[in-house]
């Protein structure tokens, strides 16, 4: 008798588990439940797609229904909601919401990819017509047509994360007037300061007003109130950060971890045998300090949802653990980090070390070269390489993965230093910017 594969969620970590266990065993029933409309689409190129008015949002979508169905044997179910788990009777509950009806299925393995939902912040108006947040296709459907139909002139940005910062620049790429307002007293605070001024002074380059040690009361009609002052708003943006949906699993008696996301080990299983995790909806292992964190970004989630997959299948891998490398762009700069900031390396009991440079994109002669701004972190004790983080208009992107590959592996500052990287005057100088910052680094470990 075939086994029975039940995955709950059809985004990034549920459709790679689901086609992980098709792979692995062909004869398999694997049924998918999604309560929205799309799978399998780039949720991070949503503010891109905003961006452009003749962009479309089929263009975001990976994989359809119809191939998931047709040329992956993956038996998709959207407007599906999964109401319930019977842990004991290996039983899902759920709601057609076309139909309205009730039904149930039973399952040999469970894979929950629920995935996590904006944060809202607890004030008047937030759910205004002209508010919205940005985390499903639905939602980057919802603004831009709100955009097209009421041609906004001023808006009005809740928070000054990713999605903040890069909505900004879409939302100016619209001729908007732009507001950023956040409650913290700076933009990405664990970064380092003089990335962080950077930052500051690109929003204000390009026409972006940026509020800190703002805190929003309540949304009027057309207007956003503080502690400060008042703020017109065609167009509200809440860009408040996320949490994790682990309420289905919680109330199936599932144990939950760090930031309220669902425990998991590191095959992606939960307490419940035979139930996997992964995605938003849970939590990660930090590779340096080997603590559990919570990493909500579509790279990790992918990976999570490809272990949890061969797991569920009984191939057993394991998830090696999370830097949190992440990068986003803003206006004409790109903006990238991975491992530990300065200020998380002392909360983890290191002896960190920072040093902050500023190198040259190209080599001398070559007649386009920028500067990029390079902050690299290593701990006194041991020498290992904890964290980086870099701003430059060009040739950032990419090199934050040469130290994220250096970190994953274990290297110290010194090994990392004598890195043999590919060099040409167009693309580097001999001495690459981030060997540069690891040589100096180096120094100040001694």
Not at 126 to 133: I, K, P, W
Not at 160 to 181: H, N
Request: with cysteine; net charge neutral; hydrophobic share 40%.
């Amino acid at each position: 008798m075939k086994n029975r594969y039940v995955v709950i969620g059809g985004i990034a970590a549920g459709m790679s588990a689901a086609s992980r266990i098709r792979k692995v065993e062909p004869g398999a029933e694997v049924i998918v439940f999604e309560k929205g409309e799309f799978i399998s689409y780039g949720a991070c190129s949503m503010p891109y797609y905003i961006s452009n008015p003749d962009g479309n949002y089929k263009d975001l979508i990976v994989l359809t229904v119809e191939d998931a169905k047709n040329k992956r044997g993956i038996d998709v179910r959207t407007n599906h909601l999964v109401i319930g788990i019977s842990v004991n009777e290996r039983r899902v509950f759920y709601k057609d919401l076309i139909s309205g009806k009730e039904k149930s299925i039973n399952y040999d393995r469970l894979i929950i990819a629920t995935g996590a939902s904006p944060v809202k912040p607890p004030i008047a108006g937030v759910d205004n017509e002209n508010v919205f947040s940005l985390r499903t296709l639905d939602d980057g459907i919802a603004i831009k047509k709100f955009i097209a139909e009421n041609n906004p002139k001023k808006a009005v940005i809740v928070g000054a994360g990713y999605i903040g910062l890069e909505m900004a620049e879409s939302f100016r790429e619209r001729d908007m007037d732009v507001t950023i307002l956040e409650m913290l007293e700076k933009p990405m605070p664990n970064y380092n300061p003089e990335i962080i001024d950077l930052i500051l002074k690109t929003l204000e380059d390009n026409g972006v007003k940026a509020y800190f040690n703002t805190k929003v009361e309540r949304i009027d009609d057309k207007k956003v109130v503080t502690d400060k002052a008042e703020f017109d708003a065609d167009i509200v943006l809440l860009a408040t950060g996320v949490k994790p949906n682990s309420k289905l699993a919680k109330e199936s008696g599932i144990e939950l971890g760090v930031n309220e996301a669902i425990a998991v080990d590191s095959k992606m299983e939960t307490s419940v045998s035979g139930i996997y995790a992964a995605g938003d909806c849970a939590e990660s292992i930090h590779r340096i300090t080997n603590r559990k964190i919570y990493v909500p970004l579509g790279t990790v989630a992918n990976k999570h949802g490809r272990v949890a997959g061969l797991n569920a299948a009984r191939e057993l891998t394991r998830f090696p653990g999370a830097i949190k490398s992440a990068e986003f762009k803003l206006f004409d700069k790109e903006v990238a980090s991975c491992g530990l900031t300065l200020s998380e390396a002392f909360e983890q009991g290191f002896d960190p070390v920072e040093v902050s440079i500023t190198a040259s994109s190209s080599a001398h002669g070559y007649k386009y070269k920028y500067p990029i701004q390079v902050a690299m972190i290593g701990d006194k004790k041991t020498g290992k390489l904890l964290g980086c983080q870099m701003i430059g208009k060009t040739g950032v992107a990419h090199r934050i993965n040469i130290v994220a590959t250096a970190i994953f592996n274990g290297n110290t500052v010194k090994e990392f230093s004598m890195f043999d990287l590919a060099y040409a005057p167009p693309f580097s100088p001999v001495w690459d910017p981030v060997l540069v910052a690891a040589n100096v680094l180096g120094g100040k470990l001694k």
